[in-house]
């Protein structure tokens, strides 16, 4: 039998990430963090100063790279490598995150980076966080679920989690505008825009720990 495909979706700062991993962790399938690939194509277009408006170069660039995302391992965390080089704390830089959303709107970059999930969730066994899990990569997901929460409280969590890598300088407004533009990009593009698929079970996290978000995506979920 196949084993399920788990797909978790949302906007930005949700708290897909720690959720995600911890949930495949508590399944013991594979955790896989689709937005890093969007990000390692983002540094990778950084790196060779192609423009943005560029689309051939950059279609040219994405086909020739070489993505590899390790899954995290005996206590590792996931890394992401491209063309060999571990980029993986490369990709959460602020230009990085300025640039993902509106290249991850380009029909090469998804048409790449789609394949190379579905390749990868093809025997099932997977825990995938992303914008499009549910509506388009693995639209036959056993599970699906939409975290959400109010821009407000994924703002703070930003702040704390800047405040904690000792970056003292990051204001509370500028956060929720960066999260509101990064929301409109993803939910307003043309090719598999973050959407709830009709079927997920959407969980607002604005007052819920971690814990009990978990609790409630592992309660769904094929034992
Ligand atoms: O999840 P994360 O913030 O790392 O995602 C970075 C960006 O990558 C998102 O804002 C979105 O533009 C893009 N992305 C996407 N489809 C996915 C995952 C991420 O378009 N499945």
């Avoid at 911890?22 to 963090?33: C, G, M, S």
């Avoid at 996931?78 to 709107?105: C, E, F, K, W």
């Avoid at 997920?200 to 996290?205: F, G, L, P």
Wanted: charged share 25%.
């Amino acid at each position: 039998v196949r084993q399920p495909i788990i797909a978790i979706d949302g906007p930005a700062g949700a708290g897909k990430s720690t959720v995600t991993r911890r949930v495949a962790q508590a399944l013991n399938l594979v955790y896989l963090d689709t937005g890093a690939m969007y990000r390692a194509i983002a540094w990778l277009v950084l790196q060779s100063g192609v423009e943005l408006s560029d689309y051939g170069a950059i279609a040219e660039l994405v086909s020739q790279a070489k993505l590899e995302f390790l899954p995290p391992f005996e206590g590792k965390p996931p890394q992401i490598y491209i063309n060999g080089q571990d980029i993986s704390q490369a990709i959460r830089t602020p230009q990085v995150t300025a640039l993902v959303s509106p290249l991850s709107a380009q029909a090469s970059v998804r048409a790449k980076l789609v394949a190379y999930q579905q390749q990868l969730g093809k025997k099932g066994g997977i825990v995938a966080e992303g914008r499009d899990i549910g509506t388009n990569v693995f639209p036959d997901a056993e599970v699906k679920i939409y975290l959400t929460a109010s821009v407000q409280e994924r703002a703070r969590r930003r702040l704390l989690d800047f405040q904690a890598q000792g970056e003292e300088n990051m204001s509370l407004e500028q956060l929720e505008h960066d999260i509101e533009q990064r929301d409109y990009l993803d939910s307003n593009r043309c090719l598999a825009p973050l959407r709830k698929a009709v079927d997920a079970i959407e969980i607002n996290t604005d007052g819920l720990s971690i814990e009990e978000v978990i609790d409630k995506i592992l309660n769904v979920c094929p034992k």
